[in-house]
């Protein structure tokens, strides 16, 4: 079990949480690292699910705390954004709870394959239409993708940075830098939602969850750097070949 970790497993998974909230702030997917790696490690995959839900919570303060110094956060977009999403994360972490572990480990394993396979082979997503950026009642379709990406968030988060984006980028039309913004904030929402319904389901391992916590804090910071200077689509084969390799470990353990 995750109590008798050694102190240098430990600083692996800090390591771990710094490079894929990194990833995290520049696109998404970095959540479908540390998942499997705290299985691999020994947490049952709804401990795992709840225990990581700390760490994308000070990652979005962070985050969105050094693009806010950048003036890439758009504000009046954030309330119109939040209620589908927080909405559906309510459900979606209430589900995770309810169903059985033995359960959601495969489920959670292959739909994080799933989004890791999106983000590699679906790049066109996150390249924005011409036109001003809209608000939701101006495309109502987006309110759906935003619903069904909280409620993807409550229930696993791992890979929703993709979701989130897709819906800003490709259907409200904000550019990248923006719409990481505005995916920062609502991952805080949802995050400081599911961690409530988690710890309160008794769901959370708090000596791995604030290794991860701390280190996503570095992780952010240092994610925002290189996104205002490389783009994304450098950081997709390699999400991709990383969740596969800890996906196969989590499984056989």
């Given at each position: 079990?995750?109590?008798?970790?050694?102190?240098?497993?430990?600083?692996?998974?800090?390591?771990?949480?710094?490079?894929?909230?990194?990833?995290?702030?520049?696109?998404?997917?970095?959540?479908?690292?540390?998942?499997?790696?705290l299985?691999?490690?020994?947490?049952?995959?709804?401990?795992?699910?709840?225990?990581?839900?700390?760490?994308?919570?000070?990652?979005?303060?962070?985050?969105?705390?050094?693009?806010?110094?950048?003036?890439?956060?758009?504000?009046?977009?954030?309330?119109?954004?939040?209620?589908?999403?927080?909405?559906?994360?309510?459900l979606?972490?209430?589900?995770?709870?309810?169903?059985?572990?033995?359960?959601?480990?495969?489920?959670?394993?292959?739909?994080?394959?799933?989004?890791?396979?999106?983000?590699?082979?679906?790049?066109?997503?996150?390249?924005?239409?011409?036109?001003?950026?809209?608000?939701?009642?101006?495309?109502?379709?987006s309110?759906?993708?935003?619903f069904?990406?909280?409620?993807?968030?409550?229930?696993?988060?791992?890979?929703?940075?993709?979701?989130?984006?897709?819906v800003?980028?490709?259907?409200?039309?904000?550019?990248f830098?923006?719409?990481?913004?505005?995916?920062?904030?609502?991952?805080?929402?949802?995050?400081?939602?599911?961690?409530?319904?988690?710890?309160?389901?008794?769901?959370?391992?708090?000596?791995?969850?604030?290794?991860?916590?701390v280190?996503?804090?570095?992780?952010?910071?240092?994610?925002?750097?290189?996104?205002?200077?490389?783009?994304?689509?450098?950081?997709?084969?390699?999400?991709?070949?990383?969740?596969?390799?800890?996906?196969?470990?989590?499984?056989?353990?």
């Amino acid at each position: 079990m995750i109590d008798e970790l050694s102190y240098g497993s430990l600083a692996i998974l800090a390591a771990a949480g710094v490079l894929a909230t990194m990833i995290n702030v520049i696109a998404g997917g970095g959540g479908m690292i540390v998942m499997p790696a705290l299985m691999a490690l020994g947490l049952p995959a709804d401990v795992a699910n709840g225990t990581y839900r700390l760490a994308v919570v000070t990652q979005s303060v962070s985050g969105t705390a050094a693009l806010r110094r950048h003036g890439k956060l758009d504000s009046d977009a954030i309330v119109p954004i939040l209620i589908p999403t927080i909405s559906g994360a309510v459900l979606g972490a209430l589900f995770a709870t309810w169903i059985p572990r033995e359960t959601l480990k495969p489920v959670m394993l292959v739909t994080m394959v799933f989004m890791a396979a999106l983000i590699a082979f679906r790049k066109e997503t996150l390249i924005p239409k011409e036109g001003p950026p809209l608000r939701p009642k101006d495309a109502p379709r987006s309110i759906a993708g935003l619903f069904l990406s909280g409620v993807y968030a409550g229930f696993i988060q791992a890979g929703v940075g993709f979701l989130l984006l897709a819906v800003l980028v490709g259907t409200l039309r904000h550019d990248f830098v923006q719409a990481n913004a505005l995916k920062l904030v609502v991952t805080l929402a949802f995050g400081v939602v599911a961690l409530a319904i988690f710890t309160w389901a008794g769901l959370v391992s708090w000596t791995p969850a604030i290794v991860l916590a701390v280190a996503s804090i570095f992780g952010a910071r240092l994610g925002v750097r290189v996104m205002l200077k490389v783009p994304a689509d450098s950081l997709r084969w390699f999400v991709f070949v990383c969740v596969i390799a800890t996906s196969i470990v989590a499984w056989l353990r």
